[in-house]
């Protein structure tokens, strides 16, 4: 049974970080396309960064440099670091997995591309 379980969401000041972790179990994060996405009320989900099986990364037009996905395959584990924080990054964040290692193969941002979804972690953004 693949489980994914994310962490590290909470309330941060504008300007902050936040480093989210996601702990696969079930599946291997360095044999997948790995992402996050994330939703914000009132909005679609949207994704934020994916990584491949061979570890080419792709990020959203958004991201403007201010975030990094990373993995760690002994930890079987997914991260997202986030640096200055600005308020319309608050949302729900969530971890997905291909079937496959490819991000391109359905668009690395499209959900339903994506079989498996964590329940997600919520980051707050207040100044």
């Known amino acids: 049974q693949v489980q994914l379980v994310e962490s590290g969401g909470g309330s941060v000041q504008v300007g902050g970080s936040v480093r989210l972790s996601c702990a696969a179990s079930?599946?291997?994060?360095?044999?997948?396309?790995m992402s996050w996405f994330r939703q914000a009320p009132g909005k679609e989900r949207e994704g934020v960064a994916a990584?491949?099986?061979?570890?080419?990364?792709y990020y959203g037009i958004f991201v403007d440099g201010r975030f990094i996905i990373s993995r760690d395959t002994d930890e079987n584990s997914l991260f997202l670091q986030i640096d200055s924080l600005k308020p319309e990054d608050t949302a729900m964040y969530y971890c997905?997995?291909?079937?496959?290692?490819?991000?391109?193969?359905?668009?690395?941002?499209?959900?339903?591309?994506?079989?498996?979804w964590g329940r997600g972690t919520q980051v707050t953004v207040s100044s």
């Open positions: 079930g599946i291997g994060t360095g044999d997948k396309c």
């Open positions: 997905a997995a291909k079937m496959i290692g490819s991000c391109v193969s359905g668009g690395w941002s499209a959900t339903y591309a994506y079989t498996y």
């Open positions: 990584i491949s099986a061979g570890g080419t990364e």
